[in-house]
């Protein structure tokens, strides 16, 4: 079964990082570009960050930039999301999705071919 799974997800003070995993199995990642998405308490799930196929292009929403870095291992399979200064506003439920861009070597996602099943970020001292 093709499968899309976060880990890494946890408890953290403010100003501290976490790095989140997002593993596929069952089909190639690197035929997908990749988005992050999350829940936060309140609000719908958004995307924040993506990255293209090959990983030539990135994207960060306003409130993540110059804090979290995106990146991916195709010969892994694996994208990663790098989380740091978190701050109690990023509290919510991180999620991967694989999907297919919007145009050539674009990471915005139009389609979004496997989910994983998110993970608690909390954020609070």
């Known amino acids: 079964q093709s499968q899309l799974v976060e880990s890494g997800g946890g408890l953290v003070q403010p100003g501290g990082s976490l790095r989140l995993s997002c593993a596929a199995s069952?089909?190639?990642?690197?035929?997908?570009?990749i988005g992050w998405f999350r829940e936060v308490p309140g609000k719908t799930r958004e995307m924040f960050s993506c990255?293209?196929?090959?990983?030539?292009?990135?994207n960060y929403a306003g409130p993540v930039k110059g804090r979290f870095t995106i990146s991916r291992d195709n010969a892994k399979n694996t994208a990663y999301l790098q989380m740091n200064d978190l701050k109690p506003e990023d509290t919510g439920i991180y999620y991967c999705a694989a999907g297919i861009p919007y145009s050539d070597d674009a990471c915005e996602l139009y389609q979004y071919n496997y989910w994983g099943q998110g993970t608690q970020v909390t954020v609070s001292s």
């Open positions: 069952g089909f190639t990642l690197a035929t997908y570009a």
């Open positions: 990255i293209s196929s090959n990983g030539g292009r990135t």
